[in-house]
């Protein structure tokens, strides 16, 4: 299995809700990633875990909570959005650097979030 | 993070060769290069790296300048499948992960 896989592919959500966004990879990497994609932009990077540890998070505000659960879940809890997280949400996976493997990160197809 | 800078938009005729140009001229001695590129509505999709070596795959082959300042990507053969967003990426490992950090790309166009 060399993919990694988001569900849903598809969420609208009012700004009340709490929902959650899931990945799933069994290529044993030990790095797993949220990028958030806005309409025409480039993705950009909220959370790194790496061996089920929160290693990165680049300021993103609390109304999103990311969770690992093990080395080959990753979760993003949604709950108090605003119309502007609207996005495409992309999980991703790769070896952990010390690992050795230079190998590409590999993206998911995404999560396609509306807030109404 | 290093900076990488790319023109924003190409265009290039089916079945000639696409050369996708890259400027990262902060690049440090440990950060790769790596190319993705995004077709619509798709996640990003890998397409190579590189250090300071030249590189070659099924897919494209990488050109790094000797002094690492910027570097080429090259489709030999465009097809209209080609026709993407590409993005030119410095690799940072970091606290035991990759961080990808994605400048704004280039849309390719392969036209018929």
């Known amino acids: 299995d060399t993919e990694v896989t988001q569900t849903p592919k598809h969420l609208v959500m009012g700004m009340t809700n709490k929902k959650s966004l899931k990945c799933e990879q069994h290529?044993?990497?030990?790095?797993m990633y949220w990028y958030k994609q806005k309409a025409k932009k480039p993705p950009e990077l909220m959370f790194v875990?790496?061996?089920?540890?929160?290693?990165i998070n680049e300021s993103v505000p609390s109304r999103f909570s990311p969770e690992c659960p093990n080395s080959s879940l990753l979760n993003l809890h949604l709950h108090a959005l605003q119309p502007e997280d609207s996005a495409l949400y992309l999980c991703?996976?790769?070896?952990?650097?010390?690992?050795?493997?230079?190998?590409?990160?590999?993206f998911g197809e995404g999560s396609r979030l509306t807030v109404l | 993070d290093a900076k990488t800078t790319q023109p924003p938009s190409m265009d290039c005729a089916e079945g000639r060769a696409a050369n996708l140009p890259c400027n990262h001229s902060?690049?440090?001695?440990?950060?790769?290069v790596y190319w993705y590129r995004q077709i619509h509505s798709q996640g990003p999709q890998y397409i190579i790296h590189?250090?300071?070596n030249n590189e070659t795959n099924e897919m494209a082959s990488l050109i790094i300048t000797e002094d690492r300042k910027s570097s080429t990507l090259i489709l030999p053969h465009a097809t209209l499948r080609d026709t993407a967003v590409y993005y030119c990426?410095?690799?940072?490992?970091?606290?035991?992960?990759?961080?990808?950090?994605f400048g704004q790309g280039t849309r390719l166009t392969i036209n018929p």
């Open positions: 991703a996976s790769s070896q952990a650097s010390g690992q050795g493997g230079l190998a590409g990160t590999l």
């Open positions: 290529m044993g990497h030990r790095a």
């Open positions: 875990y790496s061996y089920e540890k929160l290693s």
């Open positions: 902060t690049i440090s001695g440990n950060e790769y």
């Open positions: 590189g250090l300071k």
């Open positions: 990426i410095v690799r940072v490992a970091i606290q035991g992960a990759q961080k990808l950090v």
